[in-house]
């Protein structure tokens, strides 16, 4: 079965600060993607990133970077120097070919990024 | 521009009383899914289609209904809706018809009140 936690419901950082969002997820598939939206208070949803199981090379982008370890099944998102235009909730989410075309995402992460 | 559009984007209705939410996306996309977002549960699937008349059940497709008679368009029904249908629905495309392993595009949500 796939399984996407994001153990932390709730994170208060102060700006500035750098923060990590954890995400483990489960598979039995060998070929699986990986996806971190982000939902800001205004409600949509923002495509952040997309992984693909064979690809363990970290990523960054601007502020932001994501660190993927197949070996602790891990798939964190990490923001330096936040700002308070990172307040949001962040989802990870995963697919892959037992779940045919479907795609589960985490519970999220509710990031609040105090002045 | 490049957008999903859901009508309407709020709703308030009765138990048992049909309706129906659009979901139209001017991208061309062949991917198309529909979504419901609760508290602690994140985003959950509901169904998706990869193409013109083909459409899969998602994780919770109990109570709800699609079809995907043209491309751009992906309607949600709910036959006899009933109050724990309520939440914040999104509806979602993709360029690619293996859609759940790529990056989606996400409409603006519509939240449904069912009293």
């Known amino acids: 079965a796939q399984k996407v936690t994001q153990a932390q419901t709730e994170i208060s950082v102060v700006e500035k600060e750098d923060v990590t969002l954890d995400c483990v997820y489960e598979t039995r598939d060998t070929t699986y993607y990986l996806f971190w939206y982000k939902q800001p208070p205004s409600g949509e949803l923002v495509f952040l990133i997309r992984r693909n199981s064979f690809d363990e090379q970290n990523e960054i982008s601007g502020r932001y970077s994501w660190n993927f370890q197949k070996s602790t099944s891990s798939f964190n998102f990490t923001i330096t120097a936040s700002q308070v235009v990172d307040s949001a909730v962040y989802f990870c989410a995963l697919s892959g070919k037992s779940r045919d075309d479907k795609i589960i995402f985490g519970k999220g992460t509710r990031l609040h990024i105090l002045p | 521009e490049a957008q999903v559009t859901q009508n309407p984007r709020y709703l308030i209705t009765v138990t048992g009383k049909k309706l129906t939410v659009t979901c139209s996306q001017n991208?061309?996309?062949?991917?198309m899914s529909w979504y419901r977002q609760d508290p602690g549960l994140g985003l959950r699937q509901i169904y998706y289609?990869?193409?013109?008349?083909?459409?899969d059940k998602g994780d919770v497709p109990e109570g709800y209904k699609v079809s995907r008679k043209e491309k751009r368009n992906f309607p949600l029904i709910l036959e006899s809706p009933s109050p724990n249908q309520t939440s914040l629905y999104f509806c979602?495309?993709?360029?690619?018809?293996?859609?759940?392993?790529?990056?989606?595009?996400f409409g603006p949500g519509t939240r449904l009140t069912v009293t």
């Open positions: 979602a495309s993709s360029a690619q018809t293996s859609g759940a392993s790529y990056e989606q595009y």
């Open positions: 991208m061309n996309h062949e991917y």
């Open positions: 289609s990869m193409n013109v008349e083909v459409t």
